[in-house]
Each structure stands twice: as structure tokens, then as C-alpha cells.
């Protein structure tokens, strides 16, 4: 049985079998895009045979170095944004649960880990300050381009706290930075310090990252097992290796929702019904929007946490502009269960639950919202992971990986570049008066007057 249980027989009133087929043809083209290199962006296909083909030495030092942050930090700071932010933290939260920074340290697996320059908030980052306090902390700084601006600013003010706390030499050993192998400022501040770093391969983009240092040290320093990460990976790249629809889900599913998205569902919901896994549809969010938003087309990947939004977007999604679909990310077995008590006066009139589990009733709010949502004209797709282990992350992550691949060549872009996101930084900087941007400065002032 396949291992993740990939459900789409809630689209059939909308996908004829005949339109499926159809779609062989251009995913077996897709394929060999993907496979031979002959696509747009196939410099960044490293995330194709990544999870069993990577560094070994360098994974020993991730495990090593999360290892001294534990032993010499209560907490971690990890610097980044985009992709060298979504994967580490969704890992977090879906591994470790809601209160994992919450716990006592004897209740946790590993450091507290809390995320900087994500934003240009001045609020958050004094809040940030004051959570790590006086206590003793290290940094992970991350940056592919090395050149990011928010983080770039995170990092100055946290390098400075670090410098002040324990003074520069112990401080550079405090601090661990992800970037290119050459090139970004980042890069250049590693040689003259001496951090200890690691590699964000070339061929592999921010949004695929997640397998890459950029996720595996902040994964780590959580106490998690990235062995098991990366296995659970490297088995799903073995089991979507198949151009043939029938076998492979993931390609399926990329078919799919090309079907519907020439169909005129234009927006794509990702669901839970877990809240540890609000953070994962962050980092789908990203993957989906920067590799398929282009050339004027392209899917809008959206998000919904349920039963939660069934209270507030539930109204929408059932009978507002049919242009939706979704896609359930579901856990078979989740961690824990609740059992439902039975109380004598039964005034809350709950008695008719009592003694069944919370997973249970969870499970029945996603069945009568699939069929309700169904008959309102959304189709809906559900990938099912049998419980929230670091494996079936691992596989999970590069089930929508090598998804978003296929589905980009399908609708014909390149679904590794990102050039739209460079506009408002032009702008941004041209505004705040970097040097170099004086020329756009003054056609900006002048289009203000
Ligand atoms: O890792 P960095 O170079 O700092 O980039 C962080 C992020 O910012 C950019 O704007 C890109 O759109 C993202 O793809 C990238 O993940």
C-alpha cells in the first residue's frame, strides 16, 4: 500500500476519466522535463535527489552543532525569511507540537527555538529581545542570496546582543550561518569571522530548502531525528518516480489540479485539521506561489485551518464564488487522543459523545465537511500521512515538491525562478536611499509629487 493515501474521488463530479487521460501525454512530457533537465530552471532540480544523495560529512556537523547549542544555549535564534524561514519552523510545529517553546526544558527534546527577520516589525523583534532576556542564546542565520534585508537587519541586532553578552570571539562561536557556498555578503562575513556554516546548494532554490541545512539545524536543535527526515524523503522520491498517472499520486495529483484550474477553480485551499500543521500550509503557501504565479497565470494557493475557519471561512467556501478547491493535508493517527467524559446532568447535552474520542468526532467534522463542501461545488482532494513521525514529514515535503514541478511544467512556466518578487526590493531600496538606487529614487519621488 502506497504511503500516503492520496484521495480524489471527491473530484470525479468535476473530472471526467477521459480528461485525466488526456492529461498522460503532457505529464509523461512533464516528466522528462523534470527528470532530463530539458525544462526552464533545470539548474534547480538539487531537491530531485537531494534526500539520499547529500552531504554526509556536513549532515555530521549539522547533528554536532545542534548538539553544542544544546549544551551551551537555552534558546536559538534562526534568522531567515521565505524559504529560509517557512520549512524550519513549519518542521517545528508539526514535529513538536503547539507549546513546544512553552515546555519546561526537562518536558522538551531539545533548545527553545524562536524565528527572527521575518518581518521589518520593530515591535517583534524588541518582543524577541525580551523573551531571550539574559539567558544564554545562539544564532543560525540563513540566508541563500546572503543579501536579504530583513534578516540582514535581525542579524545585526542579535550579532550585537551576542557581542555585548559574551564578547566577539565566543560570540563568532555562537553563531552559525546557512548561505551559498561563495558567493552574498553573508558568505564574506563567515571568512572574516570564522562562523561555523553550512551549504545551501546551488541548484536547490529557497522554497525546496527545507531538506537543506537552511531546515535540518533548527530541526535538530529541536531534538528532532533528521535521519528519519531525510529517509522518509528519499523513500518518496522512489515512490514518484513513475510518469504513470495511475501509479503515482503525486503526479495525480499535479494533474489534477491543472484540470480544475483550466476549469476555472483558480484558487487552491490547503487544509488541516490539526493546528500543528498551520504552519505547513505557510511553507505550501510559498512552494505553490512562487514556483506557479507567473506569466500572468497560475493557481492562487490560499489556506484554511479547520474545524477552526469552518466558523469564519466555512460560510465562503460553501456557498461564495465557485472557483475553489481544496486540498486536505490529514494525519491517520495523530499523536494523542481525547477521551470525551460523561457528566451526570448532561446539561450541555454532549452525553450522546461521551466516551468517544476527540479524533473521532475531529474525523467526522472531515468527512461531513467534505461531502457538504462537495455538494456546494467544491471539489476537494485529500493527501493522507499516516501520523506526524519526522518520516512521514519527510515524505510529505517532497510529495508536493515534485508535485509543484510537474504541475509548473504542465501549465507551461518555469516553476523555479522567481522574478516578480524582485519589483517592490527595487522600489523598497530605492526608497530608503541604498546606494546604487539613486536613479529609481528620484523617478519615485517625482511619480509621489
Ligand atoms: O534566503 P534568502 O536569499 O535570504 O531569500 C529569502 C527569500 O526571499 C526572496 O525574496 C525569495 O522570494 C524567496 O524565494 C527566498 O526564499
Do not use: C
Request: aromatic share 10%; no cysteine.
Amino acid at each position: 500500500m502506497a504511503y500516503i493515501n492520496f484521495d480524489d474521488t471527491k473530484v470525479t463530479k468535476f473530472v471526467h476519466d477521459n480528461e485525466l487521460a488526456e492529461m498522460q501525454a503532457l505529464v509523461t512530457a512533464a516528466d522528462q522535463e523534470l527528470r532530463n533537465g530539458t525544462g526552464a530552471g533545470a539548474d534547480f532540480r538539487g531537491w530531485l535527489t537531494l534526500p539520499a544523495d547529500y552531504d554526509r560529512e556536513e549532515f555530521a556537523r549539522i547533528q554536532a552543532a545542534a548538539n553544542k547549542i544544546n549544551q551551551d544555549s537555552e534558546v536559538l535564534v534562526v534568522i531567515g525569511i521565505g524559504g529560509s524561514y517557512l520549512g524550519a519552523k513549519m518542521a517545528m510545529d508539526f514535529l513538536n507540537g503547539s507549546f513546544y517553546n512553552s515546555k519546561s526544558a526537562a518536558d522538551r527534546r531539545g533548545v527553545q527555538v524562536v524565528f527572527a527577520g521575518n518581518s521589518l516589525s520593530a515591535t517583534y523583534l524588541q518582543e524577541l529581545q525580551d523573551f531571550v532576556g539574559d539567558r544564554d542564546f545562539s544564532v543560525n542565520i540563513i540566508s541563500k542570496s546572503g543579501t536579504t534585508t530583513e534578516p540582514s537587519i535581525a542579524f545585526r541586532i542579535f550579532k550585537e546582543k551576542l557581542i555585548q553578552k559574551y564578547g566577539k570571539e565566543e560570540a563568532n562561536h555562537r553563531i552559525y550561518a546557512t548561505t551559498d557556498a561563495k558567493n552574498g555578503a553573508l558568505r564574506q562575513e563567515v571568512a572574516s569571522n570564522g562562523y561555523e556554516s553550512f551549504i545551501i546548494p546551488d541548484d536547490v532554490g529557497g522554497r525546496f530548502s527545507v531538506l537543506t541545512p537552511v531546515g535540518l539545524l533548527p530541526i535538530a536543535a529541536t531534538g528532532a531525528d533528521i535521519t528519519e527526515l531525510m529517509r522518509g524523503a528519499s523513500e518518496a522520491a522512489t515512490a514518484y518516480q513513475n510518469a504513470d498517472l495511475q501509479q503515482n499520486a503525486a503526479y495525480r495529483y499535479a494533474a489534477l489540479r491543472n484540470i480544475l484550474y483550466r476549469k476555472g477553480y483558480v484558487t487552491e485551499l490547503v487544509e488541516n485539521y490539526e493546528p500543528n500543521l498551520r504552519m505547513f500550509a505557510e511553507w505550501w503557501k510559498q512552494l505553490m506561489g512562487e514556483s506557479e504565479g507567473k506569466d500572468q497565470k497560475g493557481i492562487y494557493p490560499s489556506s484554511a485551518n479547520f474545524t477552526t475557519d469552518l466558523h469564519s471561512l466555512g460560510q465562503y467556501i460553501q456557498e461564495g464564488l465557485r472557483n475553489l478547491f481544496e486540498t486536505v493535508v490529514k494525519v491517520k493517527t495523530p499523536p494523542y487522543n481525547v477521551e470525551i467524559p460523561m457528566e451526570a446532568d448532561n446539561l450541555d447535552g454532549l452525553n450522546y459523545l461521551k466516551g468517544q474520542s476527540l479524533n473521532e468526532v475531529n474525523d467526522k467534522a472531515y468527512e461531513g465537511v467534505v461531502l457538504a463542501h462537495n455538494d456546494g461545488g467544491v471539489p476537494v482532494l485529500t493527501v493522507e500521512i499516516p501520523d506526524e513521525s519526522e518520516y512521514s514529514l519527510g515524505y510529505l515535503i517532497y510529495f508536493f515538491e515534485v508535485a509543484v514541478g510537474i504541475s509548473g511544467y504542465l501549465n507551461g512556466i518555469n516553476p523555479f525562478n522567481q522574478p516578480g518578487v524582485e519589483a517592490y526590493k527595487q522600489n523598497m531600496f530605492a526608497l530608503l536611499g541604498k546606494p546604487g538606487y539613486e536613479e529609481l529614487a528620484a523617478k519615485l519621488n517625482q511619480a509621489d509629487d
